[in-house]
């Protein structure tokens, strides 16, 4: 049964930070036009320079011609407007921190200020989106999309259908996901952790569980996973790249969430939460990051 697909010109990016400004610049690259919200002018400051140095480098590596990366520009848009950004969107794309509350608030905002034909979608790295779908007045049209770090680069999108997503939904984000030069697969049941950080997770808690036990330091770890496992990064170079908050965050929302204490963040990880120890994003985590002035 053929049930069609949406069509998608215009996409709503809400959180301008790691993920959201570089989901962002991908679609607007792939032509869609787009609008990034963010509350945080400092985010928002911080995501616009990253594309305005962005763009001329990619011109300069021959890798972009300066007429796309002028057209690119104009289809991506900035703002601090979540009304203005939502309210011509055919597509939302959530990628705000990973805290359900803060989610299904945004939701129901955003089920408010979308057109009905409006598809929302959380990037969210863990929680499905039955969490969000029952505040908002179209389940059938909310779905997970959950992009990789460094959104730019990593081809893989998995799109996860929960019990309330319509074939429709999945089959326009496949779509979409095809547009913006991506690869995606369809899970068709929600499960926690999707595919990959289900098995990243694994070597990430083991990685951390042998440097709280003094076994071996980080980059020790990082060595033997590049070197003898092939992996492009270790767990810790990935962990100062994707955000040690985000792991902090993920693994404090499923220890309430179950009270099992095994997914309670470890002392390390707490210490560098505590510390601002983030990673890249505040130039010091398990490695230092001299910041560029
Ligand atoms: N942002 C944008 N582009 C980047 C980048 C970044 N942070 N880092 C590297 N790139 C680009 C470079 O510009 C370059 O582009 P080009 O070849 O078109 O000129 C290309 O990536 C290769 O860069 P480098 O040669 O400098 O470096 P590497 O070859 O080492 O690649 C990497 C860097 C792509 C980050 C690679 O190390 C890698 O694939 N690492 C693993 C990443 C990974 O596992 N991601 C998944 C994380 S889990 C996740 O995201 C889930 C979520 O829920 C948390």
Redo the contacts with the bound molecule.
Sequence with gaps: MNVGVHRINNICIVGAGN?GH?IALSAALAGFTVKCIDLNKEVLLKAEQFVIT?LP??VA?G?LKQADADAVRAKLMFTSDLAEAAGEADLVIEAVIEKLEIKRHLFAQLDRLCPSHTILTT????IVSSKVADVTSRPEKVCNM?????????KLVEVVKGPHTSEKTTGTLMEVCVRMGKTPVLLQQEIYGFL??RM?STIKNESIYLLDMGIAGPEEIDRAVTLALG???GPF??MD???ID?TYYVGMERYQETGDPAYRPSPSIVEKFINKEWG?KTGKGFYDYPQKE
């Design positions: 993920m570089q962005y480098e990619r590596k890798k990037n969210s790295s863990y959950h992009f990789f770090n460094p959104a730019l680069v990593m990959v950080n990243l992996y492009p990064m170079r990935l790249l994707t955000g985000l890249r």
